[in-house]
Every structure is written in C-alpha cells, then in structure tokens.
C-alpha cells in the first residue's frame, strides 16, 4: 500500500478518530486545530500536530500543506471556516479535499465551491441504522449512488450448503456477488460453485429495488 500524505483539518471527535486511525495505518499525517486542546492528544498520533488558523492561507502554506496528497477537512460545526477552509485548500492546488458537511445545505455550498468529496457521518450512520432494523440479516449497507448500492448479507440456514450457482441471485435479482466472507477469510470474486455455510456474509452489488427484493427472501 502506498504511503499518503494527508493533512486533517478541524480536531473533533469525527477529526481525530480519522487522524488516529490514517496514522495508524501508517500514513504521514498533519493534524490541524485552532485550538490547542484539541492538538494536543494528537502529537503522539500524528507525524505533524499544529495549531492553526486554516482558514488563513499564509498559515496553510507555511506549514506546507500544499506538499500533501489530501486533506479532509472536518469542521462540521462551524460552516463559515469549513467553507472558507476548502476555499483555500483548492486555491492552494491540493488535488482531493474530503470535506464533512453538518446538513444538506451545507453539503450543496461544499459541492459548489470544490470539495470532491463531502462526508455527512450522522446521515450515513443512520441510513446503515435503518437498513440493519428493517432486514435482521443486513450486516451493512453502502449507498454506491442515488440508485445502486452494495449489502453485506448474512447467509441463513436456509441456504446453507448451496453453491453461489444454485442460488440464482443474478438470474433472479439482478444482483452480483462482489465477494464471499467467512468469519476473517474474505473470498474475492467468488466461483459460481462455491458452497455458502450458515454464518458467511454474501457481500451483493445492485440496485436499490433488486437489493431489497432479495433481503426480503430472508436468505
């Protein structure tokens, strides 16, 4: 895997834990706040923590932010500074700026002004929420566009001991099989006379209506 160079701007709960987690996967990783409080935990987390104004350009380029790969942005709270934050990032030239949006809104003006990716946790969390409650084998789900999204279905005893082929989920649902997972072992691109046990996680790509179908069968 190659080594990233990702600055993380604005030190919350959302911020560091994505901090915490890129530097633990061993990428190089600037950690950016106003307040110093929030920089604090993360100097033994981070290859590099500041405190910062980045909503100010000069402080952004001195700190050399413009040598980095990507930045998330991750003022969710404040969307004056978000919005002035990304601004600066894309006038700067990095290439990918993920940004947090607080609402809807927020997520339009983030998209207007050039963030190329806008992350809505609260929003996401509670449609994979919605999704688990309504299909008690529904292990998680992620949207993939307005109409097509990609479950993590857990396999019942009803089909247990049948192969990918005799169940059909293409034929029948117009869905595909990205991958087979059995407990830590994940089976990419599964044959089509791979047997599923109770237990496995049949990871399926479609769309919205197609998936909802084939949870609906219980399988």
Sequence with gaps: MKKKQIVVIGLGRFGSSVCRELYKLGHEVMAIDKDAENVEPLIGYSSQ?????????????????????????????????????????KEIGLSSVWVKARDLQHKKILEKVGADRVIQPEYEMGIRVAHHIDSENIVDYIDLSKDYSI???????????????????????????????????VNIAPH????????????????????????EKRL
């Design 49 to 89: 923590a500041s405190v910062a104004d980045a909503t100010d350009k000069t402080q952004l380029n001195n700190l050399g932010v413009r040598n980095f790969d990507q930045a998330i942005v991750a003022i969710g709270d404040d969307l004056q500074a978000s919005v002035l934050c990304t601004l600066m990032l």
């Design 151 to 185: 479950v993590e279905m857990a396999a019942t005893e009803k089909i247990a001991g049948k192969s990918l082929i005799q169940l059909e989920i293409r034929v029948k649902f117009n869905c595909i099989i990205l991958a087979l997972k059995r407990g830590e072992d």
């Design 192 to 215: 089509a006379d791979d047997v599923v046990n109770e237990g496995d996680v049949l990871v399926v790509m479609g769309h919205r209506n197609d998936l909802k179908r084939l949870e």
